[in-house]
């Protein structure tokens, strides 16, 4: 699951879509997360954290069980490390 994180610490929602050479999706929700929150969530599921993108906005971060491709995410007190 990839993750939009929020930087200011709250949890927001959002009905969006992607637009790209003149196709257009379905609308489709988006969720905004602080990152400890996703870290804990995922970590409470057996997942783990990481770090894919970092943004003009924030950062992407994806939860799952394996370990191939990116750096996992080590979070304390919620910050990023």
């Not at 489709?28 to 970590?43: C, I, N």
Request: glycine share 10%; hydrophobic share 40%; charged share 20%.
């Amino acid at each position: 699951m990839l993750a939009d994180v929020s930087t200011d610490g709250n949890v927001r929602e959002a009905l969006l879509r992607l637009r790209y050479d003149g196709r257009v999706t379905p609308w489709f929700p988006w969720l905004w997360v602080p990152l400890d929150a996703l870290h804990k969530a995922g970590a409470n599921a057996g997942l783990r954290t990481y770090l894919v993108a970092t943004t003009a906005y924030g950062y992407v971060a994806e939860i799952r069980r394996d370990e191939v491709g990116v750096n996992e995410v080590g979070v304390t007190s919620g910050k990023s490390t």
